[in-house]
């Protein structure tokens, strides 16, 4: 290569170089508001979204942001950061639990909305169908009604002598004011031989006195319904079933860890992992109208036998053998 050539090319490549540099150094920075509903295992589920986010390209502090908020089960809370991440009209939402997402589709209808652990999202009219969810919502579902009859069937499995079950809930909360699993709850009952008795407690004072009214039925067992009230109480909730020492299933694995006695339900880590698939591809350009709702997939059985001796109760070896984890 002549010299005035090399020259002339290597003063192209030093003009080409700040061009590149400053290429990379603006890299859009796509932006994603996250409202959980609950503090439950915080910093899991979050690691879990941004994982998968992470594994499809998303760096935080290179591409992506994120904007959190924790609503702590607060009605009031929930609304307020609701407002305030949606008025900073990022790219995508994230909304977690019912209560949430309630929040965010009050603040908007168009900026894209992926919602996680939310039941009956079609009852709940946050979306037109599972298929076809149309405007600006897609999600994860969390449970369907049907799972009472799982939890009825563990119950009795655990306790075989329970002759009445209390399915606990907020009214306020709960999907559908409690109706979405009261109904399917009454209506399987007496295939499991058992008296339902619906429990609604609006607040942290009434949880005592309702689960003390219990203790006080003979042959009495428990189903905690999922929904935010339930899981910002999950501790003092098991706390007051072991004190009063009535059997209880409980829809998630946290109950379990926290000191009660059984769980199955919705690995709740998977969903978030899934909502992190969803959020890449509204950013990479779909539309949530086109990406229909899933239902879970995964599920987990947890058994507490240290909740279980306490209790006077011996888990059955055929529901240990089944368990994804026991904790002892």
Request: proline share 5%; net charge neutral; with cysteine.
């Amino acid at each position: 290569m002549r010299r005035r050539d090399f020259i002339a090319l290597a003063g192209a490549s030093a003009a080409a170089w700040p061009l590149a540099a400053n290429g990379q150094q603006l890299e859009q920075v796509r932006r994603i508001g996250v409202l959980m509903a609950t503090a439950d295992d915080r910093e899991g589920r979050l690691a879990a979204f941004r994982e998968a986010l992470r594994e499809l390209g998303w760096v935080e502090g290179r591409n992506v942001k994120f904007e959190v908020r924790w609503g702590a089960g607060s009605s009031e809370r929930t609304s307020a950061f609701a407002a305030e991440l949606a008025g900073a009209s990022p790219d995508v939402l994230l909304a977690h639990a019912s209560l949430s997402l309630k929040a965010l589709k009050k603040e908007t209808g168009t900026i894209p909305i992926v919602f996680t652990v939310v039941t009956d999202p079609v009852g709940t009219g946050f979306v037109q169908s599972l298929a076809r969810p149309g405007g600006n919502t897609t999600g994860l579902m969390n449970f369907e009604a049907a799972m009472m009859g799982k939890w009825l069937e563990l119950l009795k499995e655990i306790s075989p002598t329970i002759a009445r079950v209390a399915l606990l809930f907020n009214p306020d909360t709960a999907p559908g004011g409690g109706d979405y699993f009261l109904r399917f709850f009454e209506t399987a009952a007496p295939q499991f031989g058992v008296k339902s008795i619906a429990v609604p407690v609006r607040d942290g004072l009434g949880l005592d006195s309702a689960i003390a009214a219990l203790a006080r039925e003979p042959d009495c067992g428990l189903i905690v319904m999922s929904d935010v009230f339930t899981m910002t109480h999950h501790e003092a909730i098991g706390s007051l079933a072991a004190h009063h020492r009535l059997p209880a299933v409980y829809p998630f694995r946290y109950f379990a860890t926290a000191g009660g006695l059984v769980s199955y339900g919705i690995d709740v880590l998977d969903l978030f992992k899934k909502a992190g698939l969803y959020v890449d591809r509204i950013l990479k350009g779909a539309k949530p109208a086109d990406l229909p709702v899933q239902a879970p997939t995964k599920f987990e059985l947890v058994v507490n036998l240290k909740a279980a001796k306490a209790l006077g109760i011996t888990i059955p070896p055929t529901l240990l053998a089944r368990a994804d984890e026991v904790i002892e």
